[in-house]
C-alpha cells in the first residue's frame, strides 16, 4: 500500500490530549505506524494521534517546499477528483440554485488554487486559505488569486460572507478542527453550504490495512468516520445533508473488474475510502 505523501516523522513535541470530539480520555490503541499511534475513544469512537503535536510544531510542517512540489505534479487529477466529489455532494444543483451569480467562495487548504479558478470560471467570486507559503504564492502569481497565508482562525474574514467554503483533505490535518468548524460556520450566509473531505476511518481500506492504510500518515492528527465527523459538525451547529463515501480498493489490490464492483458497492453501503459531508448551519436555511 503507498501512502499518501507526508512531512516525515519529526521529533516534536507532543503530549497526550484528551478526546477533541467529547473530551474522554479513555482510549485504545487503533493503529501503530512507525513513530506515531492512533488511539480511538472508548466514550465516542473518534480516532486522533495521540500523543499529538503542539501548535507550532504543526505550523512548522508546512512551512516548507515540498507541498508545492507534490501539489504541482498531481494537480490535474486532484482537480478531476475533487470535482467529482463536489458533484456526488450534490453541489451542482447547489449551485445552479444560486443562478447566474452565486456568490463568494472560499476554499481553506486550497493549494495552488485549482479549484478555485475553476469555480471563478463558473461565476463564482473566489478566495482562499492556505498556509503553506510556497503554495499560496503560486495561487496569487500565477493564477490572479486573492489567499489569505494564515490558519482561518487568524484571517479576520468578515462574518456570513461566504456562500460556499470547501475544505478538501484539510481537516485531518488540523491541530484544532473544533475551532476550525466554528469559524466556518460564522463565515457562512444564509442558505449557504460547506463541503467537507476525509479520509474515512470506517472504510474498508482502512479496516484491511490498519496502520500501512494509506491515510494514517503523520500529517494526519484526525481519522475520522462519517458517525465523528457527523457528530463534531451538529455539535457546532450544522446540520448534514449529504454523506457520500467512495474507493473500494486500491488500485493495483484487484482486477479492474472486481475494483469497479468493489467500489460501486462501497459507494453504495458507505464503506468508501474517502467521504464527503455537505451540511449547511442550522440557522440559516
Ligand atoms: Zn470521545
Given amino acids: 500500500m503507498i501512502k499518501t505523501w507526508s512531512t516525515p516523522v519529526l521529533d516534536e513535541n507532543r503530549r497526550e490530549e484528551p478526546c477533541a470530539l467529547c473530551g ?45 512540489e507534490y501539489e504541482l505534479a498531481n494537480e490535474k487529477s486532484f482537480l478531476e477528483l475533487g ?31 485549482a479549484l478555485l479558478a475553476e ?12 498556509v503553506n507559503g510556497k503554495q499560496a504564492d503560486y495561487a496569487r502569481r500565477v493564477r490572479g488569486l486573492t489567499v489569505y497565508g494564515q490558519p482561518l482562525e487568524e484571517c479576520s474574514l468578515l462574518a456570513g460572507a461566504y456562500t460556499l467554503i470547501t475544505a478538501s ?24 453550504r460547506l463541503f467537507l473531505t476525509s479520509p474515512n476511518i470506517d472504510g474498508f481500506q482502512a479496516r484491511l490495512f490498519a496502520g500501512r492504510w494509506r491515510s494514517a500518515i503523520f500529517d494526519h492528527l484526525y481519522l475520522f468516520s462519517v458517525k465523528t465527523l457527523t457528530r463534531l459538525l451538529e455539535q457546532e451547529g450544522f446540520s448534514v ?24 458497492l462501497a459507494k453504495r453501503f458507505g464503506f468508501g475510502d474517502v467521504m464527503v459531508i455537505s451540511s449547511f448551519h442550522r440557522c440559516g436555511l
Avoid at 85 to 100: C, I, K, M, N
Avoid at 242 to 248: A, E, F, L, M, Q
Fill in 24 to 68: 474522554g480520555r479513555d482510549f485504545s490503541v487503533h493503529l501503530r505506524c512507525e513513530g506515531f499511534r492512533y488511539v480511538r475513544c472508548r466514550q465516542c469512537s473518534l480516532v486522533q494521534m495521540n500523543p499529538q503535536p503542539d501548535v507550532e510544531a504543526v505550523k512548522r510542517r508546512y512551512s516548507g517546499e515540498d507541498y508545492l
Fill in 83 to 113: 470535482l467529482l466529489t463536489l458533484a456526488d455532494a450534490g453541489f451542482y444543483q447547489f449551485e445552479s440554485a444560486r443562478g447566474a451569480a452565486p456568490g463568494r467562495a472560499l476554499d481553506v487548504g486550497c493549494a495552488t488554487g
Fill in 119 to 130: 469555480l471563478r470560471k463558473r461565476g463564482w467570486q473566489v478566495e482562499g486559505v492556505e
Fill in 169 to 192: 483533505h484539510l481537516i485531518e490535518h488540523l491541530r484544532r478542527p473544533r475551532s476550525f468548524l466554528a469559524e466556518a460556520r460564522r463565515l457562512l450566509a444564509p442558505g449557504g
Fill in 241 to 264: 445533508e449529504r454523506i457520500v463515501t467512495w474507493g473500494g480498493l486500491a488500485s493495483g489490490y484487484a482486477p479492474r473488474p472486481v475494483k469497479f464492483v468493489f467500489d460501486r
